[in-house]
Structures are given as structure tokens and as C-alpha cells.
């Protein structure tokens, strides 16, 4: 089907090596790949043909996937066009940083900006440790992370899907955020932020009643440098400033789990 979603039955087999070449630890192996986990469902994008980027929809998943010295620590969930992710690149230079996005084409264009930046960083090895990949996060996040392999999400301007029936589609809920918990180390943050007041005190409110979530205190979202990227190197925080609008953000730190 053209919206075919590719995805790991289990993180361990993962092929991260096709993201972060230069991480791999190990040689190419001669591998057949498992059979990928596919879902067949509408793009975001209604009517729009969309098939997989050509350069991953094959080959992510293996039954016997390359090593890399590290594993993906942050994540930014509808990554869009990847103006966050090429921002945090060097901010976070040793640090494996993804993003996930839903459609096939703009997913597309991060793999491409990804290539073009490494390439003409190709002396300093710059924009080695961001990658894109193409994901419905409502659905398969514990498919990619283990479970406390996460030490950032960003959630930046996500749809707001302003009407009541929608509600559902937003991508910060009592469930959803569970899974964040789930994939999130103790201690770890996830980053929101959005233009739309109603969307952002639905975001702190499913947050702060979640029992694996605490609100960061204003000062520390003051101090903390990933607040000042999120605000100004996203495209839709551009946009926002452009248009004079409200950025509304809220950090929430991953609790530890309680003993049994
Ligand atoms: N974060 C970017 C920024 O701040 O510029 C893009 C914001 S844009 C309003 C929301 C993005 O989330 C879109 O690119 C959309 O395709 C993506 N998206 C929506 N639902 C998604 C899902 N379930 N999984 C992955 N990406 C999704």
C-alpha cells in the first residue's frame, strides 16, 4: 500500500547502522532482513500518495542488525521539516539524536538535509549523530526504544486538532504519554511547546495527572538551553514569530518508578 509503515517487531532489531553509519561498531553483515513489521493506514496527509523513502523502507530491519557505540538518546516526535534536529546537532555533539515523522515526503526532505549537511560538514564530521525516520509515534514507539533508553522528547507545535471529536489524534494523552514514560529513562524531560493555549493546558494538565511525570520548575526551564532551540529553530516557532503569536512551553521530568 502506498502507506505502508515499516517497523521493528522488537527494538533489538533495529538497524540503526542505516541512520548513523558512522556509529556502526561492527562490519556489514551478510544478512537476509526480518521480515518487517507494516501497517497499512492513512497518511495524516488525506489523498496524498505517499510511499516510504526509498532509502529505508527496506533495509531498518534485521534479524542480525550492525552494533553502534550508542543508542538513540533523544527523540523529536513530528519532526517536520528538521529544523530542531540539525539546531541540536551540534549542541549535543555526542549524543544520537532522532527524528520521527509521519509523512513519507517530509521525512524525505530531513534525509536529504541530513545528507547535504554531512556532506558539506564532511572535514569536522559534523550532523553524523541526527537522523530521520519515517513513524506513526501513536503507534510504535516501544518497536524502536527499550524500555528507559530515552533521556529527551521533544514535542514541538504539534497539530492541535482543536475540535472535541478530535481529541483523540492529539499526540499528548493519558495512553500516549505512558508510552513516552515507558521509553523515557528516570530523569529524563520531554520538551512542549505550541501556539495554542488551549493545546498547551491540555498538555500540562494529561501530564502533571500522569504518575511517571512532574512538572519542571520555571527556572529551570529558564536555564535549560534546549528551550531557546525549540523556541526559535523550529520551523512552526519561526512561524509564530513571524505571525507575533504566544509560544507556550512546559518541560515534565520522567519519575522514578515507585518501589515494589
Ligand atoms: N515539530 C515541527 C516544528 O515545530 O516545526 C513540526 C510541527 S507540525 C505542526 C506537526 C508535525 O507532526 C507534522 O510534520 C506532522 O506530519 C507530524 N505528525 C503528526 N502526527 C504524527 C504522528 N502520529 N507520528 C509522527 N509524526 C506526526
Known amino acids: 500500500s502506498d502507506h505502508r509503515l515499516v517497523y521493528p517487531p522488537h527494538p ?19 544478512d537476509t532482513p526480518a521480515p518487517a513489521q507494516e501497517s497499512s493506514e492513512q497518511s495524516v496527509q488525506e489523498g496524498q500518495q505517499e510511499t516510504s523513502p526509498e ?3 527496506q533495509s531498518i530491519v534485521s534479524l ?8 538513540v ?19 549535543m555533539p555526542d549524543t544520537l539524536i532522532l527524528g520521527l515523522e509521519i509523512r513519507v515526503s517530509v521525512t524525505q526532505f530531513v534525509e536529504d538535509r541530513i545528507k547535504a549537511l554531512r556532506l558539506k560538514h564532511k572535514d569536522t ?5 541526527v537522523g530521520v525516520l519515517r513513524a506513526n509515534t501513536m503507534k510504535f514507539l516501544p518497536n524502536f526504544f527499550h524500555k528507559g533508553q530515552l533521556t529527551k522528547i521533544f514535542i514541538c ?18 495512553t500516549l504519554n505512558s508510552e513516552y514514560a515507558y521509553v523515557m ?10 501556539d495554542v493555549l488551549d493545546l498547551h493546558e491540555w498538555m500540562v494538565q494529561h501530564f502533571t495527572a500522569h504518575p511517571s511525570f512532574e512538572r519542571v520548575s520555571e527556572e529551570e526551564v529558564e536555564n535549560d538551553p534546549c528551550v531557546g532551540v525549540m523556541k526559535t529553530e523550529t520551523e512552526e516557532g519561526k512561524k509564530v514569530e513571524r505571525n507575533k503569536g504566544n509560544k507556550y512551553v512546559a518541560l ?8 515494589w
Open 157 to 174: 507545535f504539534p497539530d492541535p486538532h482543536f475540535k472535541a471529536r478530535k481529541h483523540k489524534q492529539r499526540i499528548v494523552s493519558t
Open 12 to 30: 533489538d532489531m533495529m538497524d540503526w547502522s542505516v541512520l548513523y553509519p558512522d556509529y556502526a561498531v561492527d562490519e556489514p553483515k551478510e
Open 125 to 129: 564530521q559534523a550532523y553524523r549523530n
Open 64 to 71: 542480525n542488525p550492525r552494533k553502534l557505540s550508542k543508542q
Open 252 to 259: 515534565f521530568r520522567r519519575l522514578p518508578d515507585p518501589e
Open 73 to 91: 538518546e533523544v527523540a523529536d516526535i513530528g519532526c517536520g521539516f528538521g529544523g530542531l534536529l540539525v539546531a541540536l546537532a551540534p549542541l
Open 55 to 57: 532509502s529505508q523502507s
Open 185 to 194: 529513562r528516570p530523569g529524563g524531560v520531554v520538551y512542549t511547546i505550541t
